[in-house]
């Protein structure tokens, strides 16, 4: 049985990238992003192609996230992100809405909206998350980004 297959490669070339990042919790969101940033560097990313967008907290990324997928300016968004349990209920809340918000946003543009939002329990488990002993999730955004991007020409290609 002969299939098709088709992937999108790793590779940036021309695209233009947003990345939306929430300055609650900057400590981790900035390390998230140098994450980003070097990953569509190192992907031959240019600077200029790449706008940064900061946000109060992770539950406005959604709204500036759909704006910008909206805007026909961009490719792929990335959104950045860092919330991190505390004595309440309040990260279950935010996390839920965020991840749907993102989602839809995606679904409902029809661009690349990649959720970087790191839902941890602990300050330790975001510093390893954020360039720590478990990577960086913000590089891992850039190059679910990248990725998409190009499977999404590649489809588009193949129907025309």
């Known amino acids: ?25 900057e400590l981790i969101t900035r ?9 569509f560097r190192r992907h031959g990313g240019a ?7 900061w946000v109060p907290g992770s539950f406005e990324l959604p709204l500036v996230a759909d704006r910008l997928a909206k805007s026909g300016k961009y490719q792929a968004v990335c959104c950045l992100g860092a919330v991190i349990q505390g004595s309440t209920m309040h990260h279950d809340y935010i996390n839920h ?12 543009s029809g661009v690349p909206v990649l959720f970087g939002v790191l839902t941890c329990e602990t300050m330790e488990q975001a510093m390893d998350r954020a360039g720590g002993k478990v990577g960086n999730k ?19 290609q193949n129907q025309a």
Do not use: P, Y
Request: avoid cysteine; charge should be negative.
């Open 97 to 108: 809405q965020v991840a749907a918000g993102i989602m839809r946003s995606s679904q409902e």
């Open 31 to 39: 390390r998230l992003l140098e994450g980003a940033l070097e990953t």
């Open 1 to 25: 049985m002969k299939h098709t297959l088709i992937e999108g490669d790793l590779l940036v070339r021309d695209a233009s990238f947003a990345i939306v990042v929430s300055r609650w919790n």
């Open 138 to 156: 913000g590089g891992e955004a850039a190059l679910a980004a990248i990725e998409m991007v190009n499977l999404l020409q590649s489809i588009d």
């Open 47 to 53: 600077e200029d192609n790449i706008t940064v967008l």
